[in-house]
């Protein structure tokens, strides 16, 4: 195998929650009475800490604005997942069978880390994770932080690691810190903001990636986690 860890983004690769991400923070704008913006201007900025986020949306505000609209979409995100965001189909699966072959797993999320715990507590999916990183305990995406610091954490090479998300502020991240990528075609941003990150490959669905970064279908193995 090639790699000895992979490290996911959440939102957009492993859970479908970026149609919630959306709605919510539309809603958080009408709370402010703020411009409406369009769908895809919001899908834009997703992958990016939140205060970044609202700031590339909403430049107009200042910082108690923007703390103002954090505090409404995480009002309005909290309301929403009383019933948790479904996850892609096979995401289960696939970190079983990487956490069956060995593969250290990671998480490094524009989340909080109270979201992120949050959803871990919801959906039990921590236990397939040796390590994360979230937007409020170090660098926003596309700065390397989050992935150099998983990467001394868990005391692996660059050249062993690979970083799987949806955005282009994922796969920039995982090349200014000199780890190679795969895109997610599903996510929220089309192709051609992801192409010119330079992945190793593009896959259409999460079950695609076991061939890429472990054993190939016919020699899976399953691991109780």
């Known amino acids: 195998m090639k790699y000895d860890l992979v ?29 409406a913006l369009a769908d895809d201007q919001v899908c834009g900025i997703i992958g990016l800490g939140l205060p970044e986020a609202i700031s590339s949306l909403y430049p107009v505000l200042d910082t108690a604005g ?43 999320t524009g989340k909080s880390r109270k979201g992120l715990q949050r959803v871990w507590g919801n959906t039990g999916l921590d236990r397939y994770f040796h390590a994360s990183r979230c937007a409020d305990e170090s660098g926003s995406k596309p700065q390397p932080h989050m992935v150099l610091e998983l990467l001394d954490e868990l005391a692996v090479a660059p050249e062993r690691a690979v970083v799987v998300g949806d955005t282009s502020f994922d796969l920039d991240m995982a090349r200014n810190a000199g780890v190679d990528r795969i895109a997610v075609s599903y996510g929220a941003h089309p192709l051609d903001r992801l192409l010119p990150c330079e992945p190793l490959a593009v896959i259409d669905r999460l079950n695609d990636l076991l061939p890429l970064v472990g054993l190939a279908a016919n020699e899976l193995v399953t691991e109780t986690v």
Do not use: N
């Not at 690769?13 to 959306?22: A, C, E, H, K």
């Open 66 to 108: 923007v703390e103002q609209m954090r505090d409404r979409y995480a009002f309005h995100f909290i309301e929403a997942e009383s019933t948790p965001s479904a996850l892609y189909p096979g995401a289960e699966e696939v970190l079983t069978q990487l956490r069956g072959q060995g593969l250290k797993l990671a998480v490094a």
């Open 7 to 35: 490290i996911f983004d959440w939102d957009g690769t492993v859970m479908d929650s970026t149609g919630r991400i959306v709605s919510c923070m539309h809603a958080a704008a009408r709370d402010l009475a703020l411009p």
